[in-house]
């Protein structure tokens, strides 16, 4: 005689139900697809402040948790709250699955921000830049103008600058908007000259024939005005945002002499923080591993050097140098959604921007 199975109570059914909507979430979250906002405006035009888009972890790979003791659908922190997320008492090696790609020149790419070193390594803070060079790559920047192997890059369609906007009179937030200008990108200047604004090469040449603007000027640094904050020491090589390298970006397999104070002082940073070593000293532009003094070194993995497409409104590669292959969360893939926070509600939804591809 067979027993009739028990009816499920339907708290267990809501509770059964929202254990599988988790996993079944969690899952294609690391699997294949991540949601991600665009917070700031490094990387406008090419992507706005509102922007909704979904992240391909297929495209590279998916890489397997290193942190796996985690709470399902968070990051650093449990929601609302300051309470760590996560246990570091158990941490496996960086592992990726097959992927359709690699990453490739000027691809956008998210990535976990290399120098947040507060946190493990895939659950640093998530950023979005373009790689505009890849492994063996060298790069140069002339003039604004990135070089790649001695040959001009090709520059994003949307790329944006900083521009001094030079009139006597007081301009409303509907003009700037009007020329498509982020009014969070609009600083005026404290003597009422003029502002500071972020746009297009195109826009600025369309501003300066505005009646009442006397001038529109590039704000960029010139050859030689080194910046200190510029990676590796741009006081010390006289580079800026503006004018820098060259520089090679390191690759899995390459190998470099030690011998020369140079690649010293452009590559033991990254060397002493994202090569695994665990025993490594820096003394006197001299590198020891588990005391052993290092004439030549054999990078262990790939590098890229990540730059936004608001090429003075982004804090990037020029300053915090190159991203570990193990830091690529996955490729930037579509928009699915696009709010503009200055509009009302009925314009506030951008609509010409749904599931447009992002290139």
């Known amino acids: 005689m067979s027993r009739e199975k028990k009816k499920k109570s339907p708290t267990r059914e809501w509770v059964d139900a929202l254990v599988f909507a988790v996993i079944a979430a969690s899952l294609i979250r690391w699997l294949f697809l991540e949601p991600f906002t665009i917070p700031t405006a490094s990387m406008e035009k090419s992507l706005l402040v509102g922007d909704f888009l979904f992240v391909s972890k297929m495209h590279y790979g998916t890489r397997t948790p290193r942190t796996i003791i985690q709470m399902p659908l968070t990051h650093q922190t449990i929601w609302g709250t300051n309470i760590p997320s996560y246990s570091e008492a158990v941490k496996l090696p960086y592992f990726r699955l097959p992927g359709f790609t690699s990453v490739k020149r000027n691809d956008v790419v998210v990535f976990n921000y290399p120098v947040e070193f507060e946190h493990p390594s ?9 790689a505009v060079a890849i492994p063996g790559d060298v790069l140069e920047i002339r003039n604004t103008q990135i070089y790649i192997n001695g040959a001009p890059a090709e520059n994003p369609a949307n790329m944006q600058f900083a521009y ?3 009139t006597a009179r007081r301009l409303s937030m509907e003009f ?17 000259s ?28 010139k050859e030689g005005m080194g910046e200190p904050d510029i990676m590796p020491d741009g006081a010390y090589y006289s580079w800026n945002r503006d004018n820098f390298g060259p520089l090679e970006i390191p690759g899995k397999g390459w190998t470099i002499d030690l011998t020369d104070e140079d690649n010293v002082r452009k590559y033991a940073f990254t060397i002493e923080r994202f090569e695994g070593h665990k025993d490594i000293k820096i003394e006197a532009n001299q590198i020891y591993i588990e005391g052993r003094l290092i004439e030549s070194y054999t990078f262990n993995q790939d590098y890229f050097f990540m730059m936004g497409d608001n090429r003075h409104d982004s804090l990037d590669s020029r300053y915090w140098g190159f991203v570990p292959e193990d830091h690529i969360v996955g490729k930037a893939w579509f928009l699915w959604l696009s709010l503009d926070k200055h509009r009302n509600m009925f314009n506030k939804i951008r609509w010409r921007r749904f599931f447009n591809p992002i290139n």
């Open 164 to 166: 001094e906007l030079m």
């Open 122 to 130: 895939d659950l640093k803070t998530n950023y979005i830049k373009r």
């Open 194 to 221: 003029g502002y500071m604004i972020s746009t297009t090469p195109a826009t600025a040449t369309q501003l300066s024939g505005v009646n009442g603007i006397t001038g529109v000027n590039l704000r960029s640094y």
């Open 176 to 192: 700037f908007q009007q020329y498509d200008i982020n009014p969070e990108s609009v600083y005026p200047f404290s003597d009422g």
